[in-house]
């Protein structure tokens, strides 16, 4: 079979290999021949046809043994059909003007603006595999080119799976990159002071500084930073009034405690137990500045902070957070435990009164007053103040939640979906049947306060 070839145009010259295929009537290929001289490069004789315009040439091909062709396919181009042809045929980059060097087997170019453009990779041989830093090479895919120097590593397989050549794609894209700024807001639970941050829109990895102004009377306590996944944030105090930290890539929340300076404001000032520093001393001034608790009527000038609450101490908080009503002191009478001359005695007997706390189930009549209460005990306590809502939180989630009394489980229930209630920090251990500081219950009541406080403001 002879081809005949003609180059159309009138002054560019053109080099190709010139393919011949033949099929059958179903499309299947039979034989193949190229003019190409696989192992040869350069020179006149590698079989590559070059025309110069308007030339034409012929070539005959001779296909021996070959009686069921049906078709013939002819093709004049970059391609080549041996088996450990790795090599390149060309590189292009939408809009982008590139060249080629041989010497490092790079195509370089650049452009303005090139957000986003279709890169194309066309090999020799078609059938050889071609990886783009690592990706498979599946077709011209829209690529997305930052500011600056964009590289990318193409390797090319030959068919042959062994034969490889690794090439090089250098774009620049001379428009500036602007990064993005990520929000640093201030927390809206902050108390007792202002907190300034500069920048308030950051880029990651820039610098941000916090600069708190505690309120007359107080501290800064700690400054916490946390990223949009609720991780925290690493925080340097530089000594000066002033904390900074490294923006993330993402929004961040800014947290300043205050806390109380110990000084003549403070409404523990007084109490001998509860030095500025512990962790339950803000709680205390709180419990005794809204007259919820107040320290020992005994001289001592102690609160007590690591004082087991008793039952009784229960009652007269609430019967305190109530404004302590109007009410019969004998009715105390109906718990055999309790004498109407106690010092808790209206307390408890309100307690009763509303049906916030009952008498032991055990026919015994008793009250309890000094026996010490449960975290169990307390939440049923509050979830009949909240009126018993139906809000269930799930106990599974503590390794020892099983361990909750059947008469409370809905209380335990709703307190650990409200958050009233949580697991210990060190243990994760809900603790039901565990008893509670003097402290720890004025962290309580501080926490409820603040829940109803949100839930009128809609927060
Ligand atoms: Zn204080």
Request: hydrophobic content about 35%; aromatic content about 8%.
């Amino acid at each position: 079979m002879t081809v005949d070839l003609q180059n159309n145009r009138l002054a560019q010259k053109t080099t190709g290999n010139l393919i011949v295929t033949l099929l059958d009537e179903n499309g299947n290929v039979i034989a193949q021949q190229q003019s190409y001289k696989p192992g040869t490069s350069g020179g006149d004789d590698n079989g590559l046809i070059t025309l110069d315009g308007e030339q034409t040439a012929s070539q005959t091909f001779t296909f021996a043994g070959v009686t069921n062709a049906a078709q013939v396919r002819v093709t004049y181009s970059d391609a080549v059909l041996d088996e450990n042809n790795a090599e390149l045929a060309r590189v292009e980059v939408d809009g982008v003007s590139l060249t080629y060097d041989e010497a490092t087997k790079t195509w370089a170019g650049s452009g303005d603006s090139l957000a986003q453009k279709l890169v194309t990779i066309v090999p020799k041989n078609p059938d050889a595999k071609i990886a783009v830093n690592g990706q498979p090479y599946n077709g011209s895919y829209l690529q997305a080119f930052g500011s600056g120097e964009n590289r990318f590593e193409i390797v090319v397989t030959a068919p042959d799976g062994t034969t490889t050549a690794t090439y090089y794609l250098v774009v620049a894209n001379n428009v500036p990159y602007v990064p993005p700024t990520y929000e640093v807001s201030i927390s809206d639970e902050t108390e007792h002071g202002v907190v300034k941050v500069s920048p308030s829109r950051a880029t990651a990895g820039q610098t941000v500084t916090v600069t708190p102004t505690p309120d007359e009377g107080y501290l800064v306590g700690g400054v916490t930073v946390t990223d949009a996944e609720g991780n925290p944030v690493a925080v340097t105090d530089e000594g000066d009034g002033t904390f900074t930290f490294t923006m993330p890539r993402g929004k961040v929340t800014v947290e300043v405690r205050f806390t109380c300076d110990g000084g003549e404001k403070c409404p523990s000032r007084h109490l001998v137990d509860v030095p500025v520093g512990e962790w339950y001393h803000d709680v205390v001034d709180w419990a005794v500045s809204c007259g919820l608790m107040s320290g020992y009527d005994d001289g001592s000038n102690t609160f007590g902070p690591d004082d087991t609450l008793t039952r009784a101490q229960l009652a007269q908080m609430m019967y305190n957070e109530a404004g302590k009503p109007e009410i019969d002191a004998s009715l105390v009478k109906r718990f055999s435990d309790c004498g109407s001359d106690a010092w808790y005695a209206k307390a408890v007997a309100w307690a009763a009164r509303e049906g916030l706390m009952t008498g032991y189930d055990d026919g015994s009549g008793r009250f309890g007053p000094n026996d010490e209460l449960t975290r169990e005990q307390l939440a049923v306590v509050f979830w009949r103040i909240a009126g018993e809502p139906d809000e269930r939180g799930d106990l599974s989630q503590f390794p020892d939640g099983s361990d909750t009394s059947s008469w409370a489980l809905d209380a335990v229930g709703w307190a650990v979906a409200t958050e009233l209630l949580r697991g210990y920090d060190n243990t994760g251990e809900l603790g039901p049947g565990d008893d509670l500081t003097r402290a720890q219950a004025a962290a309580v009541f501080m926490r409820q306060a603040d829940a109803e406080k949100d839930e009128k403001t809609g927060d």
